[in-house]
Each structure stands twice: as C-alpha cells, then as structure tokens.
C-alpha cells in the first residue's frame, strides 16, 4: 500500500465500514456515525485522493479503493466487516465483496450502479462535459487535472456484470431513493443479481443517508437486526 487512508472511528464492538462518494469525504456520514455508534465499531474511510487521504501514485479506480480497503483491513486487524457503501462508495463495495467474500459478514449498497448507464441522462450528461473540459485543460492545470481524475471515475467506471453479482452470497440491502440520480430499474438490477438481496425505495434523492438520516438509518437498522 502507498499510502495510509485517513479514517474517523467511533464505538466498539462489530465493525462497521462506511465509503463514501465521488468527490467527498468520511463527513458525509455524520449522522450514520452518531447513530450506530453505540452498538458497533463505525470506521468512516476517505477514499483515496478525497478527503485527508493522500493520492498516491496507484491508479484512480474502484478496483484500486477495494484494493486500499483490503490493505486498510490487513493493516487494522478486522477480519470481516459489515460495509455500506454510498455512490462510488457502493461501487467499491460490490466490488470488495465478490472479490473477498470471507472479509465481508453484510453488504449495505445505497445509490450504486453497475456501469455509467445505470446513471440518468439529464445527470450524467454533464457529468461527461465537465470530464472532456477537465481533460483538455489537465496538462496545464493541477486543479483540472484532479477534476478529470474525479469526473472520470463516472464517466469511465465501474465495470460491474450482472453475473459477478451473483457471486456475493452474504446478506445485501440495496437503497435508492424515489428521486435518486440512479435509475430505479438499475437500482432493481443490482438487487435481483445479488442471491437474497433486499431492495428498499425511500422517499428522496440520492443523498439520503446526509438528507434523510432518520428513514436511512431505520432501514439499515432493520437491516442489520436480520443479522443476529
């Protein structure tokens, strides 16, 4: 690994791993860490490049923050977490689960998508602007150039296939919102690829968790309580 992840960490007990979005940082989570911190040992990363987090020189991927993740677990001796990812966040977690299924005890997914498609139009599209303006202006710029990092990550990725999917086996709870940036059908795509999954549709954007704490933690909660 070359670097260390910045992280806060609160609580004890079974840990509980929140990665956040594009382009933010650990604070997203604010109010997952005031409530869930009672019964378990919340670890909000920044990802890579966000937040306090260095750079590095690895690549700017979701396989590279799994990767990190993975380095992140080695590191702090957690053998196995429960991982809600938002976003991005939810991107890498999909991807950490099928690739080491026995670090991951539950699955939390909220606003992820397989591939820039999943996206809707009227929020991507200038998403793919602001990328082409960021890349011709990168070579002169230091600021365009991490925009472009940034905007790439939607513009280029994931990569996910429905039938990778379908290898996570631990228990998944897929969350969007009625208004959500993602398509609602993606939103169902992803959890009728995952074994088991459950999908819940609150009432909000794609920031629910920051927006809608309150519905947001009542459902993980339902969630977790499955669990044991």
């Known amino acids: 690994m ?6 806060q ?21 604010r109010h997952q860490i005031a409530h869930f911190q009672d019964r378990y040992r919340v670890i ?17 991927t979701i396989r590279q923050f799994a990767r990190d993740l993975l380095d992140f677990l080695e590191i702090h001796g957690i053998a196995d977490a429960v991982l809600l990812g938002f976003s991005d966040g939810a991107n890498i977690a999909m991807r950490f689960a099928m690739e080491h299924p026995e670090r991951v005890k539950a699955l939390i997914l909220n606003g992820g998508n397989l591939d820039p498609a999943g996206v809707k139009r009227s929020t991507q599209l200038p998403i793919e602007i602001g990328y082409r303006i960021a890349r011709h202006f990168a070579a002169r710029s230091a600021e365009a150039r991490k925009n472009a990092e940034m905007l790439g990550l939607m513009v280029n990725e994931p990569n996910i296939r429905c039938d990778e999917l379908a290898r996570i086996t631990m228990p998944t709870l897929v969350l969007c919102g009625t208004r959500d940036m993602i398509r609602e059908s993606h939103s169902r795509k992803i959890a009728g690829s ?31 309580q499955t669990l044991r």
């Open 44 to 60: 909000a990363l920044d990802t890579r490049g966000h937040g306090k987090s260095p750079r590095g020189s690895a690549p700017f």
């Open 2 to 7: 070359d670097i260390a992840l910045s992280y």
């Open 194 to 224: 995952i074994p088991g999954a459950r999908l819940v549709i609150l009432p909000g954007t794609h920031f629910l968790a920051n927006q809608r704490p309150a519905e947001f933690n009542q459902a993980v909660d339902a969630f977790l």
């Open 9 to 29: 960490e609160k609580g004890s007990g079974e840990p509980l791993i929140l990665l956040h979005g594009n382009g933010e940082d650990s604070s997203y989570f």
